[in-house]
């Protein structure tokens, strides 16, 4: 058994809360700087450049990228041989989620149930979805998920007949659907296969996909596929901020599993351009 | 184009769909909770919190203010959750709405007959948009937090027309404008 500190984890979770929403990662940058480069068109070049600069003035006045700091998500993976010098796993999550909402100034958008609708000013709880792994690592990758973006996502149970087209015309369906509002330039996590709850879990680690490449049970290299529905998505003339251009879309990730033989269930999960999500090791 | 708030609806007839304006003057922030809020005080003829002649409405839930700062990140919330009760506003004389995404065919179509129009603020951009924010204070709501009407100073806060005067639509055109 490894043992891991409770204090440990709240700091630095509540440490990572603050950097993922007040400072752009380089990959976003990076991500800024290829739209940039991309788009012909006056307006759209334009816009990406004051979304770069958005993104740096925040880092310099350490204030959120975007108001919506979001739903806290927790991809724990934790593993068998893991043990913690005190306390429970989930309450030093919630507690260094509501200490980084608090100190870092970021909004607490979490209401307590969904008619009632009273905030409970803290940002918890957080969405926490726990991997077991059979080693003694324990990594939580850690998601700040806006509204804007997450109403827009879709899930479809679809015929396996459907195939690999009609995976594609619901992808492009959705994005066209979801149009301005989600912010573009989007990134998508589509997951496919697995069951109804599966499929949408799967969409949001496809999403982080690349953090989490040692941690995937199944072999999962679809760039090819990737890159095509990426251009597809590009050619919609969606553009930054849904008012046309080449750079309506920064990403795409899939992930799939294995699925019933009666089922084809596909989810996508729409991020808008400011991801912030961190990988840490304890 | 500069404009000053409050915006006559005559000095409406010279801004088109696609124009970027850069408006300076008094803006007053509402979204969710705070559109049900006021929609029960117009269905019950009371007053509201604000006059709306003329007045200009920014979908946003500011993130709290650092130390040093006067304000958090404020940048647009999605605008189609507020569909249902932008036709009643627009009656009592808002003059321009400012958020983000598209409209309902009915908001779209009261914006012509109420001679009002929707703008689009960056997206995702609330810490350069708060560079264009003098001050800020509740006006109403306040237990609402981030959800509460802020009444703003803004200094060429910078918006794209989405629907002006005619009908048209941005998001439909996009670049073919
Ligand atoms: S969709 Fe993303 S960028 Fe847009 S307002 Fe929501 S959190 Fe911010």
Known sequence: MRTVFYDEIVKKIKNEVININCKPSQHLLDLYEKGIHNETDGRSKNILCILKENSLIASEKMIPICQDTGTLVALVYLGKDIKLDKGFLLDAICQGVSEGYKDGYLRKSIVNNPIERINTNNNLPPVVHTFITNDDQLTIIIMAKGAGSENMSSLKMMAPSSGIDGIREFVIDTVRKAGPNPCPPISLGIGIGSNFEGVALLAKQALVKDLISDKLSYHNDYEILENEILDELNNLNIGPQGFGGKTGVFEVKILMEPCHIASLPVAVNINCHVLRHARIEF | ?177
């Open chain 2, 1 to 177: 184009m500069k404009i000053q708030a409050p915006i006559s609806k005559s000095m409406l007839n010279e801004i088109k769909s696609g124009d970027f304006l850069y408006i300076s003057g008094t803006i007053y922030t509402a979204r969710d909770a705070a559109h049900k809020k006021l929609a029960e005080l117009i269905n019950l003829n009371k007053e509201l919190p604000f006059d709306l002649k003329g007045a200009i409405i920014y979908y946003s839930g500011p993130s709290p203010a650092s130390p040093g700062n006067i304000v958090g990140s404020i940048g647009p919330t999605t605008s189609y959750r507020m569909d249902k009760y932008t036709p009643d506003l627009l009656k009592q004389g808002l003059s321009v709405v400012i958020g983000k995404g598209k409209r309902s065919k009915e908001v779209i179509d009261s914006l012509v007959e109420y001679k009002a129009i929707y703008c689009a603020a960056y997206g995702g951009a609330g810490a350069y948009l708060a560079s264009k924010i003098k001050s800020i204070i509740p006006v109403a709501f306040e237990e609402l937090g981030p959800e509460a009407i802020y009444k703003l100073e803004v200094e060429d806060f910078p918006v794209i027309v989405v629907n002006d005067l005619w009908g048209n639509d941005l998001y439909e055109s996009r670049g073919k404008i």
